[in-house]
């Protein structure tokens, strides 16, 4: 049986996390080793692999992860902001459970690393 993620633990509450958001759907929480001034993550409560596993199904929810995390951004007053979605190892994803990266406060490098 597959072994949950730290996220699905974050979830279900068995692991602390720094709340931002939270409702039926999704969970907001800051990094706990941020890149940025600023740097939450916003995560699907169903356990979706990445991007890459999504499917038509995900399109509302998708579209609810990006909104709740703009709307956390305005709460803090973010003009600008950087948002990533790491699929896959190459990419750097690290945590095989979908999650936003939305980070701000300081200038940002393109292309990324
Ligand atoms: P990724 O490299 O895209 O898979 O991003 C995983 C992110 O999760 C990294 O930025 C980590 O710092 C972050 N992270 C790992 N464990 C926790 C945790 N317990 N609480 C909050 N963020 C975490």
Redesign the pocket.
């Known amino acids: 049986m597959k072994q949950p993620t730290?996220?699905s633990k974050?979830v279900n509450g068995e692991?602390p996390?720094?709340k931002l958001f939270e409702d039926n759907n999704c969970l907001a929480?800051?990094?706990?080793?941020?890149?940025a001034p600023v740097?939450y993550?916003v995560i699907p409560k169903k356990p979706i692999i990445s991007l890459l596993s999504c499917i038509e199904e995900d399109q509302n929810l998708l579209g609810h992860l990006l909104l709740v995390g703009k709307n956390i951004a305005i709460d803090k007053n973010l003009k600008s902001w950087r948002t990533?979605?790491?699929t896959g190892e190459e990419?750097?994803?690290?945590?095989?459970h979908l999650?936003i990266?939305f980070l701000s406060g300081k200038i940002m490098k393109w292309p990324p690393g």
């Open positions: 730290i996220f974050i692991i996390c720094d929480f800051n990094d706990i080793a941020p890149q740097h993550l990533v979605i790491n990419s750097g994803q690290t945590i095989f999650h990266h």
